[in-house]
């Protein structure tokens, strides 16, 4: 194979020969002639040798590189060919060439003189780093492989290896015949072989040749290295690479998601019994035997293999994975009837129940889950470094294991029988908290320890932030109740009727409101991270499926197995309840459970308090995505999202009538938001979570102090569900009427306009909300709903936004409105009235102003008197109303 042997090229030389061993000895003898040349500098002075560049051909025409060479003050000169310079072996100068092109006969010629060449990127790159030029042995085009050393495997074809060699070579890196621990990169063509396996089990990246050819094409970026880890996994080999895999045993949903993954992981799949097929994954809880009598070539393999493969990136080594088939029938019946046949059957038959009727009255008495055997809690299996197998026993002796996750149970003996039906549910507290207690060292040591394992192989399954929000405080949780745990079972073993079971829930309240809420208020971000992670992740997904089938999980998912915080208070609460039922009057402990209990109440309280705040929370941040231009001081620590009411607008004050409008109601404020007619693009934020588009476009944040009145609008067959508001913006000298139609069901417009008044009145500091509230005929403020739904609105809706547009991009008078109030109050102000009079002949005199302040006649400003003469007498007819 040409994975051992020593290719050789044209020149002589040994192309995988470590490169590192030549350039070492060059190293030190450079070494060796500075220390004599400093010993000999004071003696007498050596002749020093001048180095300089020769560009040949195309390289001397290229601008940088002439500006490099003088920047790192390189003399050079150029040449078309290499007889004009003559003797290159000069001793008064080191020649370095530079050459464009490595394909050339010119290069070729000069590599078989020994000469020093280089490509114009090794000139760029010194320049850059104001560097002298390297010296290397061989010819050296780019620096994108420098410090790199390379390893081969599986490649049978010598010439496709030469090539890959001296392209490696070219790019600055070191090829090592032999796999060592300074391999950094090893190219596979195949996945088996010893230089694999050390390389799986030593995390080495496995790259296929493709790596090489694709690094080669960018030879001439000059900060390009091969080794970046974006560009290097494009080219990793995948870890079925190679493999024809079948599935044995699984359900259509679980060979269906297997086979999917093995595609995406680079093999292929087949039916079970055909012949090609490489590996057959049996689902061992199924399957006891095999259907077929399989041939030698052929794995069969558990399904850990399969998903451990994934979870480290690279294929596992079938050896640990092996599927063992069950003793034959004829061999179980050949036994039994040997064991049946002896003189002696019926009575060890006998004495057998009887040791099984004792065992089972012991374990029924004792309160304590079985203890396991010393051997088994500390004994560790010999594995190869290819073991991916996380189990707790293995994390402890690893020294992975929290400190809480170490502490063995005190008791190792059964209890005597307590009658007392106090003792009874006491037995079961301890025996519950017992199992809680496990159910959460087995979440740590099975899940969160090796996720937060460094040096995975394959890198990281996740990142820390989505480490923090899955697991949360359940270390803190464990520790907690670890305590509990040891207190009950002290109490247990030292039983009397008097003795305190609330005060060990008293002791540990505080800690109990410390550790839980971070973690209920999250739970449901936990989940959904899980179910994301899982879904993006394919390692993650295979690291689930590892841990999940172990029996310390008991069959359930991760996050099945997370929600048991969330349940545990509540069953310690009817616990501690059924035991006061059990406890006499005049026992100490009666008072005491009642303030355990009370004390888990308000811890309960707390963590939906804290809830609701994280959730009211989350909703203000969701506005905040929501809307387009949301301005910055929505947010405030006092605020608080009271509801959300979907409209359509039925003025023209705010926007067009009849477009969408929410309305998002806040404690304090009322933001006022309209649907996007053109929505942006997704935002991604710097974790990767990408967020639906903007669908609303902010109009106007109004403190609920500005609203002076809430109209309740009475229903007509023309006017359904309307509304309005009279408010008074600051900038503003007279009310505005905003009027809205409710589209949804809920809620209904009564309840709407009781918070709505509710939360004006609290922030007016006023008691009297109902006063608020006014009720107002359709006719009264000019209020129809009747044409909002129609095709002719809609149609008349499109054509005012089309005009809209068409009047804005031909205007050449864009005078901001602003500018047009101020000059109107300034005009005011040179005439010597008051601001009321100025604002009673505000409407008569802006079609002067504006004429005047536009130079010409508008005949766009034509009809605005009519329109200002009618809105003014509805306004003031409507206020006459309300007053």
């Known amino acids: 194979m040409a994975d051992n042997s020593t290719l050789v090229s044209e020149t002589g030389r040994s192309l995988l ?9 060059i190293t030190e003898t450079s070494k060796e002639n500075v220390l004599r040349a400093t010993v000999l500098d004071v003696e007498e002075e050596m002749p020093q040798i001048e180095t300089r560049v020769v560009l040949v051909q195309e390289a001397g025409k290229r601008e940088e590189l002439l500006k490099a060479l003088e920047e790192i003050k390189m003399p050079y000169i150029k040449t078309d060919t290499i007889e004009e310079l003559g003797d290159s072996d000069s001793p008064e100068f080191e020649t370095i060439f530079v050459v464009s092109d490595f394909q050339t006969p010119i290069f070729s010629n000069l590599c078989k003189a020994d000469c020093r060449v280089v490509g114009p990127p090794v000139v760029l790159h010194c320049a850059q780093r104001g560097e002298p030029l390297p010296f290397s042995c061989r010819p050296l085009y780019c620096a994108s492989m420098m410090n790199l050393v390379l ?11 030469v090539k890959l060699v001296t392209l490696v070579h070219h790019m600055g890196g070191i090829i090592r015949r032999d796999f060592s621990s300074k391999v950094t990169h090893l190219v596979a063509n195949s996945t088996h072989g010893d230089k694999f396996r050390i390389a799986v089990s030593l995390g080495i990246p496995i790259v296929k040749a493709e790596w090489i050819y694709k690094a080669w094409e960018k030879r001439n970026e000059i900060d390009f290295s091969a080794a970046d880890d974006n560009f290097r996994n494009q080219f990793k080999v ?3 690479q190679d493999c024809m895999l079948s599935f044995l045993g699984f359900s259509d949903d679980e060979k269906a998601n297997m086979e999917e993954m093995t595609e995406m992981q680079g093999g292929h799949y087949l039916p079970v019994g055909d012949e090609r097929c490489t590996h057959l994954v049996v689902e061992e809880s199924t399957v006891k035997d095999l259907p077929f009598e399989p041939l030698k ?6 399904q850990e293999w399969f998903w451990g493969s994934i979870q480290m990136d690279a294929r596992a080594g079938e050896s640990m994975y092996l599927f063992e088939k069950s003793e034959s029938p004829d061999f179980k019946t050949s036994v039994s009837l040997l064991s049946l046949s002896t003189p002696n059957s019926n009575r060890k038959r006998r004495r057998l129940k009887e040791t099984l009727a004792q065992l089972t009255r012991e374990t029924d008495l004792s309160p304590f889950p079985p203890r396991k055997r010393p051997s088994a809690e500390h004994s560790l299996s010999i594995g190869s470094l290819l073991d991916i197998s996380n189990t707790p026993e293995s994390s402890t002796a ?3 294991t929290p400190k809480s996750c170490a502490r063995p149970s005190k008791n190792s003996t059964p209890l005597p029988l307590k009658q007392s039906a106090r003792w009874q549910v006491a037995k079961e507290l301890y025996q519950t908290e017992s199992n ?7 979440i740590i040591q099975l899940f969160q320890v090796p996720l937060e394992k460094e040096g995975q192989l394959g890198g990281p399954i996740l990142a820390q932030e989505e480490i923090k929000t899955i697991f949360g405080s359940i270390p803190d949780i464990l520790d907690v109740h670890i305590k509990i745990k040891e207190d009950l079972e002290d109490l247990m073993i030292n039983w009397t009727e008097s003795k305190s079971i609330g005060d060990i829930i008293l002791k540990y309240s505080r800690d109990l409101l410390k550790t839980y809420p971070p973690f209920v208020n999250f739970f449901e971000m936990s989940k959904e991270t899980i179910t994301r992670c899982e879904k993006q992740k394919p390692r993650f997904h295979a690291f689930l499926k590892i841990n999940q089938a172990k029996p310390e999980c008991g069959r359930q998912s991760l996050a099945e197995l997370l929600i048991r915080p969330v349940q545990r208070l509540p069953s310690v609460a009817l616990l501690l309840n059924d035991i006061k039922k059990h406890t006499a009057e005049e026992n100490p402990d009666k008072i005491t459970l009642e303030r355990a209990i009370e004390s888990l109440k308000e811890v309960m309280t707390h963590i939906n308090e804290d809830k609701r705040k994280t959730e009211a929370q989350r909703q203000f941040f969701d506005v905040v995505y929501e ?23 039925l003025g023209d004050d705010l926007c067009d009538r009849g477009e969408q409008v929410t309305l998002f109601l806040f404690n304090d404020c009322l933001e006022i938001a309209r649907k996007r007619h053109k929505v942006i693009g997704a935002f991604k934020s710097p974790h990767g979570h990408t967020r639906p588009p903007a669908s609303l476009k902010h109009v106007v944040l109004m403190p609920l102090s500005q609203i002076k009145k809430v109209l309740d609008i009475r229903e007509t067959e023309d006017c359904q569900k309307a509304f309005a508001l009279v408010v008074r913006p600051p900038t503003e000298l007279n009310n505005k009427l905003l009027s809205f139609q409710m589209t949804t069901e809920e809620p209904r417009k009564e309840d709407w306009l009781k918070t709505l008044c509710r939360h004006v009145a609290n922030t007016i500091c006023k008691a009297d909300a109902e006063n608020l509230i006014y009720v107002a005929d359709p006719d009264s403020v000019e209020v129809n709903t009747k044409d909002m739904d129609s095709t002719l609105s809609r149609a008349s809706r499109a054509i005012k936004k089309t005009s809209k547009k068409v009047t804005r991009a031909f205007s050449f008078s864009k005078t901001p409105k602003r500018a047009l109030r101020r000059a109107l109050m300034s005009h005011s102000a040179t005439e010597g009235r008051s601001p009321s009079s100025a604002n009673e002949s505000f409407i008569g005199s802006r079609l002067t102003s504006t004429s005047s302040l536009a130079g010409v006649p508008s005949p766009s400003l034509v009809s605005l008197p009519s329109i200002f003469e009618r809105r003014s007498h509805t306004l003031s007819r409507s206020t006459t109303h309300l007053i």
């Open 436 to 442: 809680y207690v496990d159910i959460l060292t087995t």
């Open 151 to 161: 390893c081969f495997t599986g490649f049978r074809k010598k010439d496709e290896l």
């Open 238 to 240: 995948p870890p079925f």
């Open 297 to 302: 070539k052929l794995y069969v393999v558990k």
């Open 17 to 25: 020969a470590d490169s590192s061993v030549l350039d070492s000895k």
């Open 398 to 400: 690893n020294g992975e």
């Open 627 to 649: 809307v387009d231009g949301c301005p910055a001081n929505l947010l405030s620590s006092h605020r608080s999202l009271v509801q959300r009411l979907e409209t359509v607008a």
